[in-house]
């Protein structure tokens, strides 16, 4: 095991003088949604389980799969033509055999149960019942990823050889688009302005100090009579937004757009419009797969050497799968490491890799990177990290409560 702390060269991010690229992908995005549903499932897995079993078994859902429907909105309703469906597809332990009794897990109506509450907690216009079609095709694991699972041993041995990785703090433009979306999707503003749905994508710029956000954001039909009604409800996200932004981010200069792809003249109702029934774009095409969207962090960050990972989190089991756990810890380790050092570390970025086999707290390779503040003396920098870096490792099983009760942030 390594852990290593390294004094960075690099600028903090926004002193970097180079145009920032940030995106988040709100609750009701079709990737999203599938991420939501991997990950209920998982959790839900994790409790029938234990609730029965005393113990977590393999599983790993993080294949989930939402296949668009169609739908033809127009101002004021619409019609569903054909509903959206949603594919719980992976492994998951679904008989054990205890004291030589063969015990039955019903892994698929769990599975489709968490899937209708998802959607149900996530969209107010969209009825799984009735929009949507749930199933799954859950299979047993192969025997030497379940060996490695359940290995007897008290720390969890690394199923993977891979790695996650993490940062902190967020920059303006990062703090920006990840409150944004929060803030539409939240039921303040929804009780506001009913005509937002849930299916909400914020892309954001930064060039200097100069913020420029495009939102796009699926409006509902039923809640939107006319041209008019549309345009007024544009107004009332962007103005929202402008506020939200004067709050946060002060010192920026900030630009808002709201659906940019729409094609209408003033007055003429024909023309196109981001319009939907359901408040996503699942309803009419859009398809989603876990892993597309946000990482860990929930942002999608390009630029500026933030470091990023194709590993999706939603899903994976959070006993042993370290592509999901160390995504988690890495986030985790930079946050409290900006936090614990008062200002002494401007900017932490951390990747843990793994080696299959191998106990979860023990990282093959453990690479903290800090921006350090002028003046610090880096050798208690470096010791702080250390230990912070540890502590969270060893504190595996404070990760998997909260993760299994959804109190930790994976998409």
């Avoid at 690099?10 to 180079?18: K, T």
């Avoid at 790695?163 to 920006?176: M, T």
């Avoid at 990023?308 to 999901?324: D, F, Y």
Wanted: aromatic share 6%.
């Amino acid at each position: 095991m390594a852990l290593k702390v390294t004094k960075s060269i690099r600028p903090p991010i926004e002193e970097s003088g180079a145009p920032e690229i940030c995106e988040r992908k709100g609750k009701g995005h079709p990737d999203s949604v599938a991420d939501e549903c991997a990950e209920a499932v998982s959790r839900e897995l994790c409790n029938y389980y234990s609730e029965h079993f005393g113990q977590v078994f393999h599983h790993n859902v993080d294949k989930y799969a939402l296949i668009g429907g169609i739908a033809k909105p127009k101002f004021g309703g619409g019609d569903i033509i054909e509903p959206q469906k949603l594919l719980a597809i992976g492994r998951a332990t679904d008989q054990v055999m205890i004291d030589g009794k063969l015990h039955y897990i019903p892994v698929g109506p769990i599975a489709i149960k968490a899937a209708r509450n998802v959607i149900k907690k996530t969209f107010r216009n969209l009825n799984p019942d009735v929009d949507c079609i749930i199933d799954h095709v859950l299979r047993p694991g192969s025997i030497d990823l379940v060996g490695v699972f359940d290995a007897g041993t008290q720390i969890p041995l690394a199923n993977d050889t891979s790695f996650g990785v993490g940062y902190a703090p967020y920059s303006d433009a990062e703090k920006i688009t990840l409150e944004t979306e929060l803030m539409l999707n939240g039921d303040s503003f929804k009780d506001k302005c009913p005509g937002s749905g849930e299916d909400i994508k914020v892309m954001t710029h930064r060039i200097g100090k100069d913020v420029n956000v495009t939102i796009c954001n699926a409006m509902v039909s039923k809640f939107i009579e006319d041209q008019s009604a549309y345009i007024n409800s544009i107004d009332m996200i962007k103005s929202s937004v402008k506020d939200l932004a004067a709050k946060i981010i002060p010192d920026k200069n900030v630009t808002v757009n709201v659906n940019t792809g729409d094609i209408y003249e003033e007055g003429k109702e024909d023309g196109v419009y981001f319009l939907t029934i359901t408040g996503t774009s699942a309803e009419n095409g859009d398809d989603g797969i876990v892993g597309r969207g946000n990482r860990a962090s929930g942002l999608i960050t390009p630029t500026n050497g933030r470091p990023q990972t194709l590993e999706a989190a939603a899903g994976k089991n959070p006993i042993n799968h370290v592509g999901k756990i160390y995504s988690l810890m890495a986030n985790q380790i930079a946050s409290k490491i900006v936090e614990e050092s008062g200002g002494d570390a401007k900017e932490v970025y951390v990747r843990l890799l793994s080696q299959i086999g191998h106990p979860i707290n023990e990282p093959w390779l453990g690479d903290i990177e800090i921006i350090p503040a002028s003046n610090v003396e880096f050798s208690s920098l470096e010791k702080l990290a250390l230990d912070i870096a540890q502590n969270t490792l060893d504190d595996w099983m404070d990760l998997r409560k909260r993760t299994i009760a959804g109190q930790v942030r994976v998409w």
